[in-house]
């Protein structure tokens, strides 16, 4: 079974930083596309970046651009989001969700039905 489990989130300043894990069982990464998507509550999901390891591609929602960087270790089996220079409208839900490689990680990393697998999310909060 493919377990994701996310974790890292938690309260920061404006401008700070946060790196979230997600750590992957039940698959192999060269194998699979993994994602960060973030829900804040009244807002759409949106996507936030995607990583393909077998190819080493990458994705970045425009919101988050310059400031994210989606990174992954084999030997831990966990993909990282490192949020730098986090603003007030970073707070929400962060989900990474994974799927097997096929061509919707091509054409529609950040769209969420591209994804079979979802975990619980980890929270972020940004304020003073």
């Known amino acids: 079974q493919v377990q994701l489990v996310e974790s890292g989130g938690g309260l920061v300043q404006p401008g700070e930083s946060l790196r979230l894990s997600c750590k992957v069982s039940?698959?192999?990464?060269?194998?699979?596309?993994v994602a960060w998507f973030r829900q804040a509550p009244g807002k759409q999901r949106e996507g936030v970046s995607s990583?393909?390891?077998?190819?080493?591609?990458?994705t970045y929602g425009k919101s988050v651009k310059g400031r994210f960087t989606i990174s992954g270790k084999s030997d831990r089996n966990t993909v990282y989001l490192q949020m730098n220079g986090l603003r007030p409208e970073d707070p929400a839900t962060y989900y990474c969700?994974?799927?097997?490689?096929?061509?919707?990680?091509?054409?529609?990393?950040?769209?969420?039905?591209?994804?079979?697998?979802w975990g619980q999310g980890t929270q972020v909060t940004v304020s003073s």
């Open positions: 969700p994974a799927v097997r490689n096929n061509i919707a990680v091509i054409t529609s990393p950040l769209n969420p039905v591209t994804y079979d697998y």
């Open positions: 039940g698959l192999t990464l060269s194998e699979n596309t």
């Open positions: 990583f393909t390891p077998i190819d080493g591609s990458k």
